[in-house]
Structure formats: structure tokens, C-alpha cells
């Protein structure tokens, strides 16, 4: 029993990690149709521009860790706006359906290509900001990290979720999701909602890359499986439902950690896999996956 | 206000208007009519910039706005109520509304700013239904209750121009005099108006000038109330052109 605790309460860690990595695959998908599939490699750039910042990697550490933060945050927002503005917005116009596939696809393997560069192919440790030593929480052992990636996650989709229902902006930002060109008759520029949402999706996946690192390690090649897993969360909880990708993510992490301690962790990406090719099956939009009313 | 000179416009390889010329002045209610497809809705969706031109111009106010983007042409003061009413369903009646006054509550707006919770209340005061109903998701609306949000919703815009795409279109036959009461009450309070409408006859009584639309060219024009006596136009209101 308290094996399983353990194992439910880092697979909740986890789960949130991969939820606030698919908030960004929604966030784009809500306004534009399209998807940053280098959100992994977004995540991977938060880690290292973090860890250069309050490292010692690069001659720091400049700032600690909570500084580090919203700087992180500032350059993941400008990271994912260079990705709209390069590689979505020209498909965009273009009405093109695929070109923004492949050119996020090829900005992320060149985001990869530069960061193997800059920091090199090595692992490196993350100082972590908080104790190490587990705190007992209900029988199990969790690490104040843990802890604040479940917090911390938390917090972010609250305050975009509360953005969005509270100020102008955020309902501009709704109404282009719901009606792109009715929402340009109310003046809302779209396309400048799009490069937003773009900026908010890097945003998060950077913030989820500095929650991450101080428990695993940080690295050139980090983000390309969690890039992965976390579509397939939003695929699993549905690309248009908020709670979806909570839910979505909670279920991979914990069939995740489960998996590698009961059968082997040789197996553990597959019953979360194989949760993704029941869904498609069974439910294409989505467990959560709202399909639109329509009044004629 | 608003004038169009020889516009033209298409869907990828078909072009739908050939020419178009309308001027609506300051305080008038403008009609066009015509039969389907005559290209009604695309001459709206050209003016304000949902649809690209691909030739003449527009100008609102003396400003030249052809070929910009939607939401720079709601700035400078036009309102599209759109065909289909395209009212916002997941947020909710009240945040439809703060939505069509986007522009004046914003930085980038440029719009003045004006009395927006009181204008907020006049719409509601003229549409008491959306009152009743303002904090439930617009997407929960009846096809009556929706158009009038939509129309209320451009009204929040404060426009030097509304256009206006079948208002009536969908809506029980008390709805539709309901929609033609508030039309001539906004005439009345002096908004310039853009009108497209099915019921051809309606439309002219309550316009001031109307022009028929054929093939995507101006067939007819002339004051709304020598069209409406007019027997080649009688004809058009029933889609039905006689050479």
C-alpha cells in the first residue's frame, strides 16, 4: 500500500509536468489550428538558459533559482514568438496545412543542433532550489520539489484560466479560438493572439523544463521524449479541454511509475501509449474533447 | 460616409463582383437587395475586410481602407454584423458584448473610450431578452436571441457605420418585426447604416436608398421609395429577372 502511495504520488509529479507541456500544445492549437512540435525542445532551452543563469555552468551563478524564474518564463515567451513568426505564421498565410508542421518540426531539431553546441551532448546536474531530503506526506516519501512542480503547475493554468475569464485580453484571446474572423470584426488583431498564444505555449513549456530539472538532469536531449509523451497527454484529454490535460497527464505519469515498479520500466511508456491508441479509437477528440454546438 | 467605388472581389479562381459602386452618406439607411448568390453578403464581407478586395476601393470617412486587415477597419469605426450572427458561444451574453467594445477598451483600440457601462446598458435596454440572459453562454441562445446579440454586439463598437447582413434571416415572423423595429429606431437615433436583407420590401420601407444587386454588378438604384413602385425590381425581390 504504501508502494503504491509512492508510486501514485511521483506519478502525479510527473502527470503535472506533462499537463503543463500539453497546456502549451492547446494553447496554440486553440487559437490557430497549429501545434509546436518543438515544445519539447522549448522545454529543453527553459532548462538550460536556467541552469546557465543560476548554475555554475557559465561563469554564474547569476541569479538563484526564484529569479531565475521569470526570466526563464520572458525568454520562453520571445523563444515561442520567434517560432510563430518563423515558421507558423508564412504557413498560415499561405493557407498551407501541413508547412507548419515541418518547419516546427525543423526549428525544434535546430534548436536541438544549437543547444548540443552551446552546453554541449553531457547530462548535467540542476542544483535543486529547494531540500533534498523526502518529506513524509501520508506514509510516502516525496521531495519538496515534487511538491512544487505540482504547485507550481497548478498556479500557471489557474492564472491563465483566470486571464482569460477576467480581462479583455483573455476574452479576446477566447474569441479568436471560437471564431477567428468574427473575432476580427470586434478589432482584435488575430494574428498578434496567435503569436501570443505561441509565446504562452513556449512559456510553459520553459516553466515546466526548470520544475523538471533539479529532479531529473538537464540536457540537450531532455525534451524530445517529454515533448512526445505530452502530446500524447493532450491527445488523451482532448486538445480543446483544460481539465482534459490535468487529467490526461495524471493518468500517463501514474500508469508510467506503476508500470516500471510492478511489470518493468522497460515497459513503462507503453500502457500510456496504448491508453493513446484506445482513445483515438474509441473517442478521436479526446476523453474531455468538447465537439462544438452549432445553433443554424 | 462610406463610399465603394468599382470593387471587385472572388473566391480563388471566381470572381463574385464585378464593379461595384454604393455610397452610403452620413444618417442614411442604405439597402442592398438581390436574388441568391448575387454576391449581397460578399460586397459586405469586402467592406469589411473579412474578404480581400481584388480591385477598386473603399473609403469610410475619408479614410482609404481598402484591402486592410478586419480589425484595423473596425478601429477606424465600422461594425459588421455578419451573416450566420458568429456570436461567440463558449463566453457568455455580457462578455459578448464587452467584446464588440474591444476597440474602445483597449490600448491599440484607438477607438474614445466613451460610456461603455452605459452603453452597455442601452443595449441591453434595447434588446431586454439578452438582459434576462446576460450571464449565460451565448452558444445556449435561441437562433432569435442570437442575432439580436449579434446585433448589439456590433452597437458596443460605437460605429460611424453598421453593416448589417440579414438580421431577419432564420427568425420567427414577431422576431423579424421586432429586428425592423430596432433597425428604425437606430435610423432614428441617426446610425448610418449598410442593410442586406431577404425581405426586400421591409428593407425599403425602412431605407432611404437601395440598390439591386444581379450577378455581382448594380443592376437598378435609386431613392427606396421609387425602387419599391419600381416593376423591374418587383421582379428582382422574387429572384426572378426578365429581360
Known amino acids: 500500500m504504501d508502494i503504491l502511495l509512492q508510486l501514485l504520488m511521483s506519478g502525479v509529479a510527473l502527470g503535472m509536468i506533462y499537463a503543463v507541456i500539453a497546456f502549451g500544445y492547446q494553447s496554440t492549437f486553440a487559437t490557430s489550428g ?4 518543438g515544445q519539447g525542445e522549448a522545454l529543453m532551452l527553459g532548462a ?8 555554475d555552468i557559465m561563469g ?3 541569479v538563484n533559482y526564484w529569479l531565475m524564474v521569470p526570466l526563464v518564463l520572458l525568454f520562453g515567451a520571445l523563444q515561442g514568438a520567434l517560432v510563430e513568426f518563423v515558421g507558423v505564421r508564412p504557413a498560415i498565410k499561405t493557407k498551407s496545412e501541413f508547412g507548419w508542421i515541418m518547419s516546427t518540426i525543423a526549428l525544434g531539431i535546430i534548436f536541438r543542433n544549437v543547444a548540443e553546441n552551446v552546453w554541449g551532448r ?15 506526506l501520508f506514509g510516502a516519501n516525496v521531495l519538496p520539489m515534487e511538491l ?5 503547475a497548478i498556479l500557471m493554468m489557474a492564472l491563465v484560466e483566470f486571464f482569460n475569464r477576467r480581462s479583455i485580453y483573455g476574452k479576446a484571446v477566447v474569441a479568436t479560438s471560437s471564431d477567428r474572423d468574427a473575432a476580427g470584426l470586434m478589432g482584435i488583431n488575430t494574428g498578434l493572439v496567435i503569436t501570443f498564444s505561441y509565446a504562452l505555449s513556449s512559456m510553459s513549456a520553459a516553466f515546466a523544463g526548470v520544475l523538471i530539472a533539479p529532479i531529473t538532469l538537464t540536457g540537450a536531449s531532455m525534451g524530445a521524449v517529454l515533448g512526445l509523451k505530452a502530446f500524447a497527454v493532450a491527445i488523451i484529454g482532448g486538445l ?20 516500471g515498479f510492478y511489470v518493468s520500466t522497460g515497459y513503462k511508456d507503453v500502457p500510456g501509449l496504448v491508453l493513446l491508441l484506445l482513445v483515438l479509437a474509441i473517442k478521436p477528440s479526446g476523453l474531455f474533447g468538447k465537439t462544438t454546438i452549432k445553433k443554424v | 460616409m462610406l463610399v465603394i467605388n468599382q470593387l471587385k472581389a472572388a473566391y480563388g479562381q471566381v470572381q463574385v463582383l464585378h464593379g461595384i459602386e454604393l455610397t452610403i452618406p452620413k444618417g442614411q439607411v442604405v439597402t442592398l ?9 460578399t460586397t459586405m464581407r469586402a467592406i469589411s475586410g473579412m474578404l480581400k478586395p481584388t480591385g477598386g476601393s473603399i473609403t469610410l470617412g475619408g479614410k482609404n481602407i481598402t484591402g486592410l486587415p478586419a480589425h484595423r477597419i473596425a478601429r477606424i469605426g465600422l461594425a459588421h454584423s455578419p451573416e450566420g450572427r458568429r456570436v461567440f458561444p463558449t463566453q457568455s451574453v455580457r462578455d459578448n458584448l464587452l467584446l464588440g467594445a474591444f476597440t474602445r477598451l483597449t490600448f491599440g483600440g484607438k477607438r474614445a473610450r466613451g460610456d461603455i457601462q452605459g452603453d452597455l446598458d ?27 446579440l449579434a446585433m448589439a454586439r456590433a452597437l458596443m463598437l460605437n460605429p460611424d457605420v453598421l453593416l448589417l447582413d440579414e438580421p431577419s434571416m432564420g427568425l420567427a415572423p414577431i422576431l423579424v418585426e421586432e429586428v425592423f423595429h430596432i433597425i428604425g429606431r437606430l435610423k432614428a437615433q441617426g446610425m448610418t447604416m449598410l442593410l442586406v436583407e431577404q425581405f426586400a420590401s421591409a428593407a425599403l420601407a425602412v431605407a432611404d436608398y437601395g440598390y439591386v444587386l444581379e450577378n455581382g454588378r448594380i443592376a437598378v438604384h435609386g431613392p427606396a421609395e421609387q425602387l419599391r413602385n419600381d416593376p423591374k425590381v418587383r421582379a428582382a425581390y422574387l429572384g426572378i429577372v426578365q429581360h
Request: hydrophobic share 35%; net charge negative; no cysteine.
Open chain 1, 148 to 152: 512544487m512542480v505540482v504547485v507550481g
Open chain 1, 60 to 62: 554564474g551563478p547569476y
Open chain 1, 34 to 37: 497549429t501545434l509546436n512540435f
Open chain 2, 122 to 148: 442601452r443595449a441591453l435596454d434595447i434588446f431586454p431578452r439578452l438582459r434576462e440572459r446576460q450571464f449565460q453562454q451565448a452558444g445556449t441562445l435561441s437562433g432569435g436571441e442570437q442575432q439580436m
Open chain 2, 33 to 41: 437587395i438581390g436574388s441568391n448568390g448575387a454576391g449581397k453578403t
Open chain 1, 48 to 55: 538550460m538558459v536556467g541552469l546557465s543563469l543560476s548554475g
Open chain 1, 240 to 259: 480543446t479541454s483544460g481539465l482534459g490535460v490535468i487529467v490526461g497527464g495524471l493518468l500517463l505519469g501514474v500508469a508510467e511509475t506503476t508500470t
Open chain 1, 122 to 136: 553531457d547530462d548535467l546536474p540542476f542544483p535543486s532550489p529547494l531540500p533534498t531530503t523526502p518529506i513524509h
